[in-house]
């Protein structure tokens, strides 16, 4: 079967810097996708990877490493507001998204 | 406007009614979904409408109606529901349909569906 694994979640200080893991056994890929989703709201898109490395956005980056069938999303200088759950979702071979649980983060003075 | 809304937010409902949810997108894109979203479960994709016609329907039961009537509008009735259909259900839209490799999908509020 196919499967996206994640830790269920996470807790880190304002100011620090937390990495979170997604694994993942699909058949075939095609992308992998983070999402961020606070309480309550819509999942907002926050980064696509489909070749191995690493790509960078302001406090996120995003790595892949497809071999492996293992990605991070890496958030630094970590404020309040990134307190939310974060999503990992993979493209297979029939570019169907398969979707983890979700991490959620919970961010500490 | 934002990109993609979704009503009633919260939804209560007894088993016995019938009630509908709507999205609408504003970002001119041909794809539409219908995701379910319980609590420490992954998203599972419910319906998908290309341009319109339904591309996916992924063993839903038919107590889900989903209606595409155009592009930019999405419906999904409901009726003789279950209690454990209670869950937030989110819509999204992507530029393409399914077949794409790194087309995004922007997602609704979604809407809180509880049946008693």
């Known amino acids: 079967g196919q499967n996206i694994d994640q830790p269920t979640e996470m807790t880190a200080t304002e100011g620090a810097i937390v990495q979170i893991n997604c694994t993942y056994q699909?058949?075939?890929?095609?992308?992998l996708f983070w999402y961020q989703q606070h309480a309550g709201e819509a999942p907002t898109f926050l980064s696509y990877?489909?070749l191995d490395g690493l790509e960078e956005k302001g406090r996120f980056s995003s790595f892949l490493s497809r071999s492996k069938g293992y990605s991070y999303l890496l958030l630094k200088e970590l404020q309040m507001k990134d307190s939310a759950s974060y999503l990992c979702?993979?493209?297979?071979?029939?570019?169907?998204?398969?979707w983890g649980a979700g991490t959620k983060l919970i961010i500490k003075p | 406007e934002t990109g993609v809304t979704q009503t009633p937010r919260h939804l209560v409902m007894g088993m016995t009614n019938k009630k509908s949810l709507k999205c609408e997108q504003h970002?001119?894109?041909?794809?539409m979904y219908w995701y379910k979203q319980s609590a420490k479960k992954p998203l599972e994709l419910m319906f998908v409408?290309?341009?319109?016609?339904?591309?996916e329907n992924n063993s839903v039961p038919s107590r889900f109606s989903p209606e595409c009537p155009n592009s930019s509008h999405l419906f999904l009735h409901l009726h003789t529901l279950q209690p454990e259909d209670s869950a937030l259900y989110l819509c999204?839209?992507?530029?393409?349909?399914?077949?794409?490799?790194?087309?995004?999908?922007?997602f609704g509020p979604g809407t809180r569906l509880t049946v008693l």
């Open positions: 409408y290309s341009l319109e016609e339904r591309v």
């Open positions: 979702a993979v493209k297979d071979s029939n570019y169907q998204l398969i």
């Open positions: 999204a839209s992507s530029q393409h349909g399914p077949g794409t490799g790194g087309d995004t999908q922007y």
């Open positions: 699909t058949s075939g890929f095609n992308g």
């Open positions: 990877n489909v």
């Open positions: 970002l001119g894109h041909n794809a």
